[in-house]
């Protein structure tokens, strides 16, 4: 997992990160992930004016990392506002609970082991926006992260029944983390902004607020804790009445409904045992299938994260957490 650190405006964030790859002999559209098409293009096209309505500051760092990479700003815009929308390799697992002495996000990520190595993990200080610690399998785009405010997200990706302009999965996260300091802010934008793609965003802040958001174009959906459980869980498929007709049941979900259970059981039936330890077991798989995928297939576990947002805690194994350490990663500077 690579660690970058981004500094100043979106622009010279994007055009720094670019021209350092550069230096380095490292091109990202040498890569052969980044595919350009001439449907994704005609979807980006669309997604541009909302992004400058919304989210302009983005295009400004789409703009610098092409410009730092001396590629087309068409095409790294095309790639990126049209991701979550036409590839569909992304799983995972969150789940967010709380006691009196941890407010807490746990998240395993789950993709394919051939990429592990570029997976990164960011530190953004930008200009005129609340500063994040957060992961992606991307690059500009973020899976799941805390903000300075200790606002925590975390993405899980579900098959698209239709894709609509808009802000993409990745998109969304960044920009609740950037602009939010509560739950209740990020649904305020969430029930506003144009969205592109299907998933859920589980999340947590220091007032102890969780939810689960299933949204897609058509829909905002919110799942609250239960009454007498302080817990959330989720995987890659909506499980709201609202949204289950929007569930593919012949796409491969890398045992979706099985993490689902497997979590919500642990979280269910075991609140007293509830602890950073006891988050650790559960995303480890101690108890039942997490994260025991057979490499030689393709995909793994390949970060495990946690957030601990009441005691300023992020703990992140870089791999399988079954077989990785989760170290404390003490760099964020948190209010």
């Not at 995972?92 to 051939?114: H, Y």
């Not at 990429?115 to 899976?143: H, P, Q, R, W």
């Not at 995928?293 to 393709?298: A, H, I, L, M, P």
Request: one cysteine or more; hydrophobic letters at 35%; a neutral charge.
């Amino acid at each position: 997992m690579y660690h970058s650190r981004f500094k100043k405006s979106h622009y010279e964030a994007g055009f720094h990160y670019g021209q350092m790859l550069l230096k380095n002999n490292k091109r990202i559209d040498d890569n052969h992930t980044f595919v350009i098409s001439q449907k994704r293009k005609d979807f980006a096209e669309k997604c541009l004016p909302y992004y400058q309505q919304f989210y302009p500051e983005i295009l400004d760092e789409i703009r610098g990392l092409a410009d730092g990479q001396q590629i087309s700003y068409e095409n790294m815009y095309t790639f990126l506002l049209s991701m979550y929308c036409f590839e569909f390799n992304n799983k995972c697992t969150c789940f967010a609970f709380q006691t009196k002495n941890e407010i807490l996000l746990g998240r395993n990520s789950d993709f394919l082991v051939e990429l592990e190595k570029l997976y990164m993990n960011c530190l953004y200080s930008l200009d005129d926006v609340y500063a994040f610690n957060g992961n992606t399998t991307a690059f500009i785009e973020i899976e799941d992260g805390v903000n300075e405010y200790g606002l925590a997200i975390g993405l899980t990706f579900i098959y698209p029944y239709i894709v609509q302009p808009g802000l993409n999965a990745g998109m969304l996260v960044r920009f609740l983390l950037e602009k939010c300091q509560t739950v209740n802010e990020a649904i305020s934008y969430l029930k506003k902004l144009p969205i592109a793609s299907s998933q859920t965003l589980t999340m947590i802040d220091k007032q102890g607020d969780m939810v689960i958001v299933e949204c897609s174009p058509q829909h905002v959906i919110l799942i609250y804790p239960n009454e007498k459980e302080n817990f959330i869980v989720t995987t890659n498929h909506f499980h709201s009445q609202e949204m289950k007709i929007y569930r593919n049941i012949d796409i491969d979900n890398w045992k979706s409904d099985i993490r689902y259970e497997v979590a919500y059981q642990a979280l269910k039936n075991n609140q007293q045992l509830y602890s950073v330890e006891f988050a650790k077991d559960v995303l480890k798989g101690k108890y039942g299938f997490m994260c025991q995928y057979d490499r030689k297939r393709g995909a793994d576990t390949v970060w495990s994260v946690i957030y601990d947002v009441k005691n300023n805690k992020i703990l992140r194994s870089e791999g399988n957490p079954s077989r990785k350490k989760y170290k404390e990663d003490k760099r964020f500077n948190w209010k």
